[in-house]
């Protein structure tokens, strides 16, 4: 493998007792998982992944570890946001394709007619969205007038972002799985943005997909961000 792979976050330390129908549920729900990460492998149309459970679900953390695992195996890089600051998740996001691009570095240098220029003029934007502070851009300029312009919206701003990393791991043949735990504190202007860039890359065929997870509520909290989220997630329990 010409990466390293990341810390899976769900690891447990014990080994918890769980009756019959636990282990059962855990394995049917695993099942389901490979047959999708197998097929994001071979560049099929998939959908993404949401498990809702009640809070503390035992299940919900040895099955996502058992899904980073086995995705890990596939040749997937996967990432995970902690989604417990409601102000932070497009942060995340951001940091999130950093980790990736900086993870198969090696690979993007040794693979011919990668471009990664998009990319970086979409993360310009996103520096400017969510820390204008920080941006080491003047207006003055056509070109950084075009990206504060951009910036302002968030929607096209992260759906630019998810296309160009899809290109890239469309490229390489590295797809991405973005891990995201407590999907309700997501900010409703950014749950409809990161719906909206999913639905688009989905659209393209760009192997990245989503595995996230919430209380029983997200399916509702999904489908009034963006009506047409029932036809991106397939949900598990």
């Known amino acids: 493998m010409p990466y390293s792979k ?47 459970a009640t809070a503390n679900d035992i ?69 400017l969205l969510i820390a204008p502070d920080k941006a080491l851009y003047s207006p003055s300029l056509q070109q950084d007038q075009d990206l504060y312009l951009i910036a302002a919206n968030p929607t096209q701003i992260l759906t630019d972002v998810f296309v160009d990393l899809g290109n890239i791991a469309n490229d390489i043949g590295i797809p991405i799985c973005i891990f995201i735990d407590d999907m309700d504190r997501i900010a409703h202007k950014d749950l409809s943005a990161l719906i909206t860039s999913l639905h688009r890359v989905t659209q393209l065929n760009l192997p990245i997909m989503l595995i996230g997870s919430g209380l029983p509520t997200l399916h509702t909290t999904l489908a009034h961000a963006k009506s047409y989220s029932e036809r991106l997630f397939i949900y598990l329990t």
């Open 59 to 127: 299940n919900r953390s040895i099955l996502l570890s058992q899904i980073w695992d086995f995705a890990t195996d596939n040749d997937i890089v996967c990432l995970h946001i902690d989604n417990t600051n409601k102000n932070d998740f497009m942060q995340q996001i951001h940091d999130c394709c950093l980790r990736y691009i900086e993870n198969i570095q090696s690979v993007i240098n040794a693979t011919p007619g990668i471009d990664t220029n998009a990319l970086d003029d979409a993360l310009k934007s996103f520096t």
């Open 6 to 52: 990341l810390h899976n976050p769900y690891t447990i330390d014990i080994n918890p007792v769980l009756s019959d129908a636990q282990l059962n549920n855990i394995s049917d729900n695993m099942d389901t998982a490979q047959k999708i990460i197998r097929a994001l492998t071979l560049k099929i149309p998939v959908q993404s992944i949401i498990y809702t």
